[in-house]
């Protein structure tokens, strides 16, 4: 970030918590008057659907202010939280994000999460989204996660 003729970093806030549950969320203040910036939200709890169980971490919300995207601040959360996972042997790590947001989609995509669902009509406006994983270990990919897309996703626009 650059405020005037210095280059400033946001500081970033990390909770000490467990992440078992939904966390505080791990914020960004920006460096010059430590207003918010930038927040995630995330969980880790066991996921019994697969077999055997696995532990999966949640990135249920990011959100960064407008004037502060695009310098890397949903990045650097990203990071963080997904560190924060692996430290606690997180075995995946899902999210939603609305098909539309191609920023948040390239973001995800370049940090190593892939598209394994798409979710018709998700989200209370209408809009569909996408379910993204991020394998933090090797899983049977058969037996834990359909990473097949649907007709509509191979669908010229």
């Known amino acids: 970030m ?3 003729n210095q280059a400033l970093y946001p500081k970033f806030c990390v909770p000490d918590s467990d992440l078992l549950t939904i966390s505080p969320p791990t914020q960004a203040l920006d460096p010059v008057d430590s207003s918010l910036i930038g927040v995630i939200i995330c969980k880790l709890e066991m996921h019994a659907s697969h077999s055997p169980a696995t ?3 949640y990135i249920a919300m990011l959100a ?3 004037a502060s995207r695009g310098h890397g601040v949903a990045t650097a ?3 963080m939280a997904i560190d924060a996972m692996a430290q606690r042997n997180a075995d995946e790590i899902v999210l939603e994000t ?3 947001n191609i920023p948040a989609m390239r ?3 370049r940090l190593g999460f892939l598209r394994s669902k798409k979710l018709h009509r998700y ?3 209408g809009n569909s989204a996408y379910r993204l994983v991020l394998l933090l270990k090797p899983t049977d990919l058969d ?3 359909d990473f097949a897309l649907d007709e509509d996703d191979l669908a010229p626009r």
Do not use: D, H
């Open 2 to 4: 650059f405020y005037g």
């Open 55 to 57: 532990l999966r971490g």
């Open 64 to 66: 960064v202010s407008a």
């Open 77 to 79: 959360l990203v990071k």
């Open 98 to 100: 609305e098909e539309t």
């Open 107 to 109: 973001l995800y995509e």
């Open 123 to 125: 989200y209370l406006n």
């Open 143 to 145: 037996a834990s996660t």
